[in-house]
Each structure stands twice: as C-alpha cells, then as structure tokens.
C-alpha cells in the first residue's frame, strides 16, 4: 500500500547512506523504516475506541457528554480538592470526588483548568484576580516537535488515487550529532498527499523533524471563562540547539529532495510555501527566514504539567502524579512529559496511562 513519495523516501535515503531499519521505534531505529500507524482494517484506533468503548458498558463507570470542566471545588483549611465545577448543556454540577480527581485534559487545556482553579504561576493569577492556592510553573515548558516542509508538485503517474490513501508509510530517523543532541534526533516523514481540498491529489510532501526539541512555550489562560482559549506561545527554535539541527535537518531534506528518485515522481519540488524550486539556491539568512515563517509544530504539545521532583522549581506534579502542594490531586497526561519523547506522543502518553492506572489499582 506504500505510496511513491514513501518508495521515493526510502530509495534516497539508502541511496545516501542512511540504511534501512524494521522498527522506527526501537531503540536503535536509525535509517529509513515502515513507519507505525495505530490503525485496524485502514482505520485509525484511538484511546476511545481502544478503551472506552470496550468499558462503557460498566456499572462503575458514568460518561457524560458535552461537559465543560471550569475548574475545582475546595474544600477545608488547606489546598485540597475535592471536585470540579462543570458545565453540562448550559447547566452548572459540582460533583464531589470520593477518592481524587484525576485531571487528563491534555497539554494544553490541563495547564488551563489549573490556572483557572488558583494553581500556576502566582504573577498570572493575580493579574487575573484569581486567588492563588498553589503557585506553580504550571503552563510553562510547552514543548512540541518543530516541523518543516518540502512540497512535492507529483507526476499524474505517481499520485496516489484518493485522499483516503493513508499518507505515510516511511520515515527516516538519524541523529544529527549537533546541539548536545542524543541519538535518532531528527526524522523525515514522508507525505503521500497534502489536503488541498476537493480531492486534489495533485501534491505530496517531505518534512524534516526535530524530534528530541528543547525549546520551550508557555499556555497561559486569558480569562476566567472556561470558554476562552488560553494563549499558546510555541517559541519554536527559539532553543539554538533545536535551530541549528533544523539547519541541517533543512539541507538534508533539500538532498533528499534532489535525489534522483524523488526526481522522478515530480516535476517541481519547493521550500514549503516559498513559491520557490529547491533547485534554486537559498542565502542563509533567507533560510532562516523561511524557518521562522514556516516551522509548525507536529501537534505534539507537551510538557506544561512538568513531573519532577517536590524540589525542583520546574515541578508541577510528583513521580505519582500528584500535583505538588495540593492534595487530592493528579494530572495524567502528555502534559506530565519532562522533556518531549523523541517519537509521536500518543503511544507514550497511552503508557503514562497504564502506568498509572496500575498504580492507583494498587492504592498508590
Ligand atoms: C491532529 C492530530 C494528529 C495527531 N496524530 C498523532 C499520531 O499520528 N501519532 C501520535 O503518536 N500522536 C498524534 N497526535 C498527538 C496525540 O493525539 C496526543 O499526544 C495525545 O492525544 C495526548 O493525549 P492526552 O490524553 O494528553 O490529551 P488529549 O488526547 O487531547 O485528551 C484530552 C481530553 O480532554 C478533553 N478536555 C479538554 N479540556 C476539557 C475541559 N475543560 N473539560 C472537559 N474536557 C476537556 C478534550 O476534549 C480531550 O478529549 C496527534 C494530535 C493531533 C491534534
């Protein structure tokens, strides 16, 4: 089912050196691989499929749609939480919790209902008039994996079909060797096809990742209303370690994309969207400048809820969870993740889950 920009990918990448490797996410998973989708029959498997649906039929179990967390009820003379406030269908609930609340509203609204609740950094909080309960850097550390893109204008012969074709199937992991980085870095991935819209197959893509990233953004709420998304600040390669891989990362996909396989399947190839062919050369500064316009992230948010230890001024939450300086409450999400994993975020983010699962069934 491979498309021809993945065949592409991997032909110049041992055509230039970089090997071949089964497994991307193994430890050692350098070179070019089949790259792992979590998908049965052609369909993606997500946490509610894989989890909540099998158990929705449990007697212990209450789901309960369109419900807008704002944020917790306290209760007695010291920091402690004892439920949430919700919206349900324009109706306001306070249900109690009986043993904690565990908060999983992922990296960027988990920050939000913190900060909303009178947990984060105390000078945001009062410039809010929210009184602070606990004052923690909860928000801060927003990491992702910068992204940057080659558009592949293909050949009619080699565009894939539908814009159902899954659109990838090969990546390329390598370590760089720059920035004080550590092995397997940066990754390729490629693109069978880009959304253009009324089925236009017509375009393809290679991007170049960094995926072991150090610079740091912040989520930070602008309201008291529930309602209101928090402000996000990537700060992409604003870290110098992750700007000059993304450098390099940038002219090794400009190699790839020279390479006579990827020749072969395009009439045109260009520097994301410049407008302008990779053949053309690009002075420094304007590929700096194409990288500060263009870099995306990977929708990989993490970090904001940083595990670490009750001593460390970087800590939002202990090695079990607990949110640090609060009582009867736990984060449980990608926002936990000290540093962002060098590989996509939901398989880790599943066994941050089952690991702590296993833990609050053992009565940690
Ligand atoms: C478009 C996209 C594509 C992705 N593709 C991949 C991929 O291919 N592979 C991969 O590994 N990762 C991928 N990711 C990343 C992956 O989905 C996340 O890392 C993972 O879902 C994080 O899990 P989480 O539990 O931390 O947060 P989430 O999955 O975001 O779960 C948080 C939940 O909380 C709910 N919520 C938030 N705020 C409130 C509130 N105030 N009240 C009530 N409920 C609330 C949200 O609706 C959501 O259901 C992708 C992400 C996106 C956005």
Redesign the pocket.
Known sequence: DWGNVDRALKDASIALGYGWCEDHNAPEGTGASPYA?NSRAGMRVS?NDGYLEPARGRKNLQIVGN????SFSFEGNRPHVSGVQ?EVDGRHFSPRATREVLL????I?SP??LQRSGIGPAALLKSLGIGVMADLPVGENLLDHPMMPLYLHLRDEARVGTMMHRHTNCCLRYSSGLGGAGENDMIVIAGNLVSLGGGDTSKGRLVVSVYQAFSQGTVRIVATD?KRDPAIEERMLSDERDLVRMRDGVRRLRELGRHESVRAITTRVEYGSTGCSIEDDLTPREVDDWMFDECSDA????GTCRMGGHDEKTSVVDPDCRVIGVSGLRVI???VMPEVVRA????S?VMI?EKMADRLKAGA
């Not at 419900?67 to 704002?70: G, H, I, P």
């Open positions: 989708i946490t419900a807008l967390v704002s919700v999983c509203a992922g990296a609204h939000a209902v529930p929708q990989h948010a993490s999400d990608a926002s996509n975020t939901h398989l983010t889950a």
